[in-house]
């Protein structure tokens, strides 16, 4: 497992005070109010650390939902909502609030809108960004178990899975759509969704290394690895250079990696299956890809953007790739001399396409019902608010956010990954 991740910021949100503006307020919509107001509040600080255990945040994201739940979609008596079959119907109180969000693209200007759903969407991709920070914190420690290497796998693939509720239930649901390059463009979000995929998969790759499966398989599930950063890449080449530059040339770096590892299992393969000359095409590929990746690396290195500075080419997993690859060709080349005398052939051989096994898939999120605070007397005295006027955007001061340590400890296993 590669312990160096590019974790763009969190974003910036304005307080939200929840002020109700009601007639006759009641202890409930009052307590609503509060609750509310408590709940983003704590919520915010806690996933500002990394370091906080899932089992804090998600309750603490679950609660908060459940809150604002009567906000986007309506509240209705239990024998309706047990009849109701689909999603609920648009709550009347979805525009009587004004939310601001920045988004990780656009800078520290917020972008306004008089939408609950806004308000879910964009809570839900910070949520997703901390499970993220969170596997980057696991994955970075001294010294990492496989029980906390699966851990890092399932932050991913639950981020994963959040991002993809947010495209797939939020985003349809707003009432305009998000601006282009926002954190709720669906191109953004798909390329969250082929990050966190591509991440988790790299678990499962230093994996097989350690229990030396077949090097085919280990072939193939780095092959796969590779097409998922490189599909996180294109989507965002649409995108003015100037705000995704660092982040495209990441997924670049770790593309050409994984490349460089899938031609380098390949050739270890066709070697045992007395295929020597293909072997050596497949390596002398790999170390171009490698050389590729080298220099993607020193590229990013020069970029500045949103997300923290990491230095990939200084740890483990990258420099062992190279003697890994020099060693196997070197190999190849004398037992071609000796034994073979296989031509080198002019094509690079192809790929396996699809691994058999290990492929990462996101952990389904599903969002709860609403909090017993919410009722049809509660729904009803907030149904005569109008709606809310929109305010001047502002520009905010990054997230303070507490910082992943990076160990400088060299493993001592054969991937050169965290994982013992």
């Known amino acids: 497992m590669a312990h160096w991740f590019h974790r763009n910021v969190l974003k910036g949100t304005t307080n939200q005070k929840f002020d109700l503006k009601i007639t006759d307020p009641t202890d409930a919509t009052r307590k609503l109010s509060s609750d509310l107001r408590l709940s983003r509040s704590r919520l915010l600080e806690l996933i500002k650390n990394p370091n906080n255990s899932s089992d804090t945040i998600e309750p603490a994201f679950e609660s908060y939902l459940t809150l604002l739940y009567g906000f986007i979609w309506e509240i209705n008596s239990a024998v309706e909502q047990a009849e109701h079959v689909g999603r609920p119907n648009p709550s009347k ?30 809570m839900s991709m910070n949520i997703g960004l901390w499970f993220m920070k969170h596997a980057a914190m696991i994955a970075a420690k001294d010294d990492i178990s496989m029980n906390e290497a699966k851990d890092v796998h399932t932050m991913l693939r639950r981020a994963a899975g959040i991002f993809t509720f947010v495209q797939t239930e939020f985003l349809p649901q707003l009432a305009e759509p998000s ?12 390329a969250y969704v082929n990050q966190c995929t591509a991440e988790a998969q790299e678990v499962t790759v230093a994996r097989a290394v350690e229990l030396k499966h077949n090097a085919s398989l280990i072939s193939a599930l780095a092959n796969e690895t590779s097409k998922l950063f490189l599909d996180a890449a294109n989507t965002l080449r649409p995108f003015k250079p100037e705000i995704a530059a660092q982040w495209i040339k990441y997924l670049e770096f770790k593309s050409a990696f994984y490349r460089s ?12 299956m007395d295929k020597c000359g293909e072997a050596i095409k497949a390596l002398q590929e790999s170390e171009t890809c490698l050389k590729k990746a080298k220099t993607l690396c020193q590229e990013y290195g020069k970029i500045n953007g949103p997300a923290p500075k990491v230095k990939p080419d200084q740890h483990a997993v990258f420099k062992r790739l190279a003697p890994l690859v020099k060693l196997t060709l070197d190999k ?8 073979y005398h296989h031509t080198i052939p002019g094509e690079v051989p192809t790929l396996d396409t699809k691994a058999t096994f290990g492929l990462v898939s996101p952990i389904d999120f ?4 609403h909090n017993p605070i919410w009722n049809l007397d509660v729904y009803r005295t907030l149904s005569g608010l109008n709606p809310a006027k929109m305010e001047k955007e502002q520009s905010l001061p990054p997230v303070k956010e507490d910082a992943i340590h990076q160990t400088s400890k060299d493993p001592k296993n054969e991937s050169g990954c965290l994982i013992q």
């Open 93 to 122: 109180l979805r525009n009587v609030i004004v939310y601001k969000w920045t988004h990780t693209l656009l800078g520290t200007n917020t972008y306004s809108s008089a939408d609950s759903v806004y308000e879910a969407a964009n």
């Open 366 to 369: 599903q969002m709860k019902s």
């Open 261 to 272: 590892y899938a031609y380098n299992y390949c050739g270890e393969n066709l070697l045992s």
């Open 332 to 339: 190849c080349n004398r037992e071609n001399g000796l034994i």
């Open 179 to 190: 601006p282009l390059g926002s954190d709720l463009d669906p191109r953004v979000i798909n």
